[in-house]
């Protein structure tokens, strides 16, 4: 082998993914799984509609799916860890803008001990008034920290004016908001947006039809709540606005700059991921090599785009030293304006494009990857052309079009401004 040479580089043409198969459960429910790999392991995710957005009140979806395992009638919540941890088995809680999960990851010789046990928490919670007052503490606790740190300030200021002051994404934590949750509430919260007819089940691992029957088996004895969840708050986009929150002291400003945009099914989503990728989306972006690698600024920079179930958002996000807070900023819309209008050399969007495919083609590396993959289009009521498509569009687009974006979405006058520090 000669090591001088570097190995042959050839295109991504397509890549195909192992589909979700689907089963319809004895009580009408549908499983949806990926049947893959060798080993005595399976997870298994229970996804339900109880993001933040079905929250009428800050802090209530987390502290519902944070205290879920903190006792049922059945069990204590020690005595429920206990016996996940007995079967070698792993819970992991989750809470999004749009979802809520608990998922399961046990060998299959013990699933079903610890389905049972899952099904126990998501059917029989208790909510304990000494766990809430605990978790209540604990967050407060964290909350007064956070409220130290720039980063987090800026964070939440930013979706304070992105979503609205009303809106469950854009309301902020308080201590006081914190103080006013109660057994009730959780309890309520719990069983209008737990129930099962609000739930996706996603399993993946080593499933066979002895697996699924078990599901089936321990499933289809919970029944189905046929009643409609209530209407979701609206977003209301507000005009773009600059805001600097002093701190004389700082060492650090924190700067978040962004704007709504469309979701996953927008025709322009997958597009503004190249365009946000080349301006602060990887390590040689232009946002890294101007404020990081030429002036020194920052220790890093980065922009990109989220997408939620009614809307997206394009946010760039950095800390960078207090003296140069201003300048950072003035670089920071150098940068956009310059895509606006110049044309983004070849070279550097094709090694955009590969950095992009490659990092698709990277995040595949287990049976739960192809989950995954799944669990990020099935919400928006795409199928898996999407996937197909991402790579067509990301093949195809030219300097043009990456130039026709920038002017579409990045005037200055729409671009929201949070800087926390000096400016």
Not at 40 to 58: K, M, P, S, V
Not at 190 to 213: D, P, Q
Not at 290 to 306: C, F, L, P, S
Not at 389 to 395: G, L, S
Request: some cysteine.
């Amino acid at each position: 082998m000669d090591r001088t040479i570097a190995p042959a580089a050839f295109e991504l043409e397509n890549i195909s993914l192992l589909p979700a198969q689907e089963y319809l459960l004895s009580n009408g429910m549908k499983l949806n799984y990926i049947n893959a790999g060798t080993e005595d392991l399976i997870r298994i995710e229970f996804i339900f509609d109880a993001g933040t957005n079905r929250e009428n009140q800050t802090l209530l979806a987390n502290a519902c799916n944070f205290l879920l395992n903190a006792g049922t009638t059945n069990y204590s919540s020690v005595e429920l860890m206990e016996q996940i941890d007995f079967y070698g088995a792993y819970f992991q809680q989750d809470v999004t803008f749009d979802k809520a999960s608990i998922t399961l990851y046990t060998l299959n010789k013990y699933l079903k001990e610890t389905l049972t046990l899952v099904l126990d928490i998501l059917t029989h919670s208790v909510f304990p008034e000494s766990e809430i007052k605990t978790y209540v503490e604990n967050t407060k606790q964290r909350l007064a920290i956070n409220l130290e740190k720039n980063d987090f300030l800026a964070k939440r200021n930013f979706n304070h004016l992105l979503f609205g002051a009303d809106h469950p994404y854009g309301k902020l934590l308080t201590a006081a908001a914190c103080n006013q949750l109660t057994q009730a509430q959780l309890t309520q919260f719990f069983k209008e947006f737990y129930s099962f007819a609000n739930c996706k089940i996603i399993a993946a691992g080593l499933i066979t039809e002895k697996e699924i029957k078990i599901i089936d088996e321990l499933v289809s004895t919970i029944p189905l709540s046929s009643k409609a969840l209530p209407a979701l708050d609206l977003i209301k986009p507000a005009p773009a606005q600059k805001i600097l929150i002093e701190k004389p002291d700082a060492l650090q400003s924190a700067i978040r700059i962004g704007k709504l945009i469309g979701n996953k099914t927008d025709p322009d989503y997958i597009d503004l991921i190249v365009l946000s990728t080349i301006l602060g989306g990887y390590f040689g972006s232009r946002l890294m090599a101007n404020i990081r690698e030429d002036k020194g600024y920052t220790y890093g920079i980065g922009a990109g785009i989220a997408s939620t179930l009614d809307t997206g958002f394009f946010y760039i996000a950095t800390e960078v030293g207090a003296d140069v807070g201003a300048a950072a900023i003035h670089e920071i819309y150098f940068e956009i304006e310059k895509l606006k209008t110049t044309l983004v050399p070849e070279s550097e969007l094709d090694l955009v494009k590969n950095y992009l495919l490659g990092s698709y083609l990277g995040s595949i590396e287990n049976v739960f990857s192809y989950a995954d993959k799944y669990k990020a289009i099935y919400p928006y009521g795409l199928d898996y052309s999407y996937y197909t498509t991402y790579f067509m569009r990301v093949k195809a687009i030219n300097s043009q079009r990456i130039m026709d974006l920038a002017n579409k979405y990045f005037a200055t006058d729409t671009l929201t401004e949070v800087v926390v520090g000096k400016k």
